[in-house]
T-cell receptor, first 114, second 115 residues
Framework: DGGITQSPKYLFRKEGQNVTLSCEQN?????MYWYRQDPGQGLRLIYY???????QKGDIAEGYSVSREKKESFPLTVTSAQKNPTAFYLC?????????????FGPGTRLTVT | GNSVTQMEGPVTLSEEAFLTINCTYT??????LFWYVQYPGEGLQLLLK?????DKGSNKGFEATYRKETTSFHLEKGSVQVSDSAVYFC??????????????FGKGTKLSVKP
């Protein structure tokens, strides 16, 4: 089945450690996105990539980094510079050629940093 | 810049009640509009969409009409069920420039349906 997978579902880290969240899609989509969700805040865009080996900062990129070495994969690293990393992280993808820009979401990773 | 405003929740209804969740937007160009639903602990699922003015999106009994004159995309359902309890997000797509295709989300409206 086609879709987006995120792993792990839950992640726990100590403050000061970097952590990488995985996102893989087999939908052959060109574009991929990372969002952060906090209670009452809706979704905020961290980074996005419209093509392999290229990515752009979103609204809240500080303290995060990404790579896009393969079309199917868009991992997100939460660095120790991120002041408040505990959140629910969502990955999404879309086909840029579709015209409607409908995004498909993964199940999310809940990160807790203590 | 572009933005989406949706009614604050939580919204609590009895089963079989009529649902309206208001959504208005500010945008340049001609965005597409979406409603997504999120069940507890899960990612977002596309509920319905509309790509141009006067289009009506519909799915699972939910409907929304793209009203350019009032810049609105209100979500409606004639008879809600307990299984509709979730958080609903209104969103628009950026329609031009380097961020073309990016979605702008409202803050979400939590719906609780009581039996």
């Amino acid at each position: 089945d086609g879709g987006i997978t995120q792993s792990p579902k839950y992640l726990f880290r100590k403050e000061g450690q970097n952590v990488t969240l995985s996102c893989e899609q087999n939908l052959n989509h060109d574009a991929m996105y990372w969002y952060r969700q906090d209670p009452g805040q809706g979704l905020r865009l961290i980074y996005y990539s419209q093509i392999v080996n290229d990515f752009q900062k979103g609204d809240i990129a500080e303290g995060y980094s990404v790579s896009r070495e393969k079309k199917e994969s868009f991992p997100l690293t939460v660095t120790s510079a991120q002041k408040n990393p505990t959140a629910f992280y969502l990955c999404a993808s879309s086909s840029m050629g579709q015209g409607f820009y409908e995004q498909y979401f993964g199940p999310g990773t809940r990160l807790t940093v203590t | 810049g572009n933005s989406v405003t949706q009614m604050e929740g939580p919204v609590t209804l009895s089963e079989e009640a009529f649902l309206t969740i208001n959504c208005t937007y500010t945008a340049t160009g001609y965005p597409s509009l979406f409603w997504y639903v999120q069940y507890p602990g899960e990612g977002l699922q596309l509920l319905l969409k509309a790509t141009k003015a006067d289009d009506k999106g519909s799915n699972k009994g939910f409907e929304a009409t793209y009203r350019k004159e009032t810049t609105s995309f209100h979500l409606e359902k004639g008879s809600v069920q307990v299984s509709d309890s979730a958080v609903y997000f209104c969103a628009l797509s950026e329609s031009y420039g380097g961020s073309q295709g990016n979605l702008i989300f409202g803050k979400g409206t939590k719906l609780s349906v009581k039996p």
